[in-house]
């Protein structure tokens, strides 16, 4: 088989490396707030992950375990606390419109998930600084930052094309559209030039800038596409279906494409997929922690900036 496995152990390497010289040459201690507040064993997992990245690395983590009454007054709490750099809520907590609101109860200077509505707001209009200046930029869900990386690492984007345009020409198929992952980074992409069909349950939305990338942000449109139209299509097909259950039909695959699994379940046959994908990542959970904790020390600093422009 031709097929290449890539493991996100090894994508994140070079992340992490950068991140713990950074707090090492700069003897800094950026601290971590995680909240646990249901019985998710995969939240649990991510947060076993993220504590022990956190003491490769240097970072302050601290596992805040609460029932989900009280998490809203906790968030508070680390809010106000000038000792915490960072907060991170393992979501699902109540599993509708609450946990959108609990994500903008978190601090926008301490939200290192890129969940709070100014981050959200900013990501959709493919705003990608904070200030005029462009010295802050935002801060981008860990998920879909960490799948932009493993596309990058794999030679997705193409490094000829203008920071911004380095997905034109892709189609990209995403078999997720949750709040979360699937739907931000479908905008992602769009916005950084591929065509990207959206799949859930309820059918499948084309996101995309017009031909010739003519549209400064994506656009998104309702199709009466199936996947047996799409997966022979795509260049690149990524996965988050949350069911052990759910397996991408690997005969639909179109030869040489790339597959990438983002779900805590395999949704892709490991033996059949490796038939047809010229490149596979079965896993992208170590990245993720990465790029959460490269959002951290970007709000270390933003931090900082504004304390040192208060005093000023």
Request: a neutral charge; hydrophobic letters at 40%.
């Amino acid at each position: 088989m031709s097929c290449k496995v890539v493991l996100a152990q090894g994508i994140s390497v070079s992340y992490r490396e950068e991140l713990k010289n950074t707090i090492k040459t700069r003897n800094i201690r950026p601290k971590l707030v995680g909240f646990l507040a249901n019985e998710d064993p995969a939240a649990a997992k991510y947060a076993e992950w993220t504590a022990k990245t956190c003491a490769e690395t240097g970072v302050e983590f601290e596992l805040r375990k609460c029932s989900r009454n009280d998490l809203e007054d906790k968030i508070i709490e680390a809010n106000q606390d000038a000792g915490v750099h960072g907060i991170m809520v393992y979501y699902p907590v109540f599993g509708d419109r609450q946990d959108q609101y609990l994500q903008n109860v978190v601090d926008v200077s301490k939200d290192v998930e890129g969940l709070h509505h100014k981050y959200v707001y900013n990501m959709y209009h493919n705003i990608r600084f904070l200030d005029e200046a462009k010295t802050k930029k935002c801060i981008i869900p860990c998920t879909p930052l960490g799948l932009v990386k493993v596309m990058e690492y794999v030679g997705v984007y193409n490094g000829i094309l203008p920071h911004g345009n380095r997905l034109h020409g892709r189609i990209v198929t995403i078999i997720n559209r949750s709040e979360i992952v699937g739907r931000p980074l479908a905008a992602l992409l769009a916005n950084d030039g591929a065509k990207v069909y959206s799949v859930d349950i309820n059918g499948i939305q084309e996101f995309h800038r017009g031909v010739g990338l003519q549209l400064k942000k994506h656009e998104v449109s309702e199709t009466t596409l199936t996947v047996e139209d799409v997966l022979p299509l795509s260049d690149v097909v990524i996965t988050g279906v949350p069911s052990p259950s759910y397996k991408v039909p690997s005969h639909l695959i179109r030869d040489g494409a790339v597959c990438i699994n983002f779900s805590t379940f395999k949704n892709f046959d490991g033996d059949e997929i490796k038939k047809k994908a010229a490149i596979y990542v079965p896993a992208v959970g170590k990245v993720t922690v990465a790029m959460l904790e490269r959002n951290l020390v970007r709000l270390y600093d933003y931090q900082a900036q504004d304390r040192a422009f208060s005093t000023a």
